[in-house]
């Protein structure tokens, strides 16, 4: 089945620094990939959609310039948290879809911390 | 973004009884509905999934029906386990567009 992969799954960093987080789709390409934020207990929050080659679509709510995202080829989508805070400490995940079939499936997600 | 409302939040059942999960959407234009299995601490996971061409699809255990006309759409797990215990979402996708979620259902299956 298609695979995704996402580094690192945990970080723990100190607040004002900034994390990177990569997405790969493994054995598919993906022209789209989302970044979703899940707190404890709670569904997942699409936080931005991005797309090979041109800029991500922010979700309202979202700073663009604190959560920046590139998506430079079919495989590979990068969000970065900027200046991070306490409470940008979540559960993050990005999903991939596939190009021709158009099912979705996601990474392990990365569990941030901020200090 | 559309609502998806997701019913009921959560769910207790006996080992071997079947399990039932509501989902209503309020796009018209939706046209794929998946539904994903979250264990604690890990990704979601696709189980079935379902496009508005086809009223029913069935995977072993797991079913999905369709009803587009009242724009709602059930995950149906039947003889459930212990290790069907999850948080299982539903989401819909209009068009090409992205997935929205529901809240969640916690499954919980007693031995």
């Known amino acids: 089945g298609a695979v995704v992969s996402q580094h690192p799954s945990w970080v723990i960093c100190k607040s004002g620094t900034s994390v990177k987080i990569e997405c790969r789709s493994l054995d598919f390409q993906a022209t789209t990939m989302f970044w979703y934020r899940q707190f404890p207990k709670q569904s997942l929050m699409l936080m931005a959609t991005s797309n090979e080659g041109s800029k991500a679509t922010y979700e309202q709510g979202v700073e663009k310039d604190k959560f920046l995202i590139n998506h430079a080829s079919l495989t590979l989508s990068t969000l970065t948290v900027t200046s991070a805070h306490p409470e940008d400490s979540s559960f993050y995940i990005c999903s991939a879809r596939d190009r021709f079939y158009g099912e979705q499936y996601f990474g392990p997600g990365t569990r941030l911390t901020v200090t | 973004g559309e609502n998806v409302e997701q019913h009921p939040s959560t769910l207790s059942v006996q080992e071997g009884d079947s399990a039932v999960i509501k989902c209503t959407y309020s796009d018209s234009a939706s046209n794929y509905f998946p539904w994903y299995k979250q264990e604690l601490g890990k990704r979601p996971q696709l189980i079935i999934d379902?496009?508005?061409?086809?009223g029913e699809k069935k995977d072993q255990r797991i079913a999905v029906t369709l009803n587009k006309t009242a724009k709602h759409f059930s995950l149906h797990i039947t003889e459930t386990q212990p290790e069907d215990s999850a948080v299982y979402f539903c989401a819909w996708n209009s068009g090409y567009s992205t997935l929205t979620f529901g809240k969640g259902t916690m499954l919980l299956v007693s031995p």
């Open positions: 379902i496009r508005s061409n086809v």
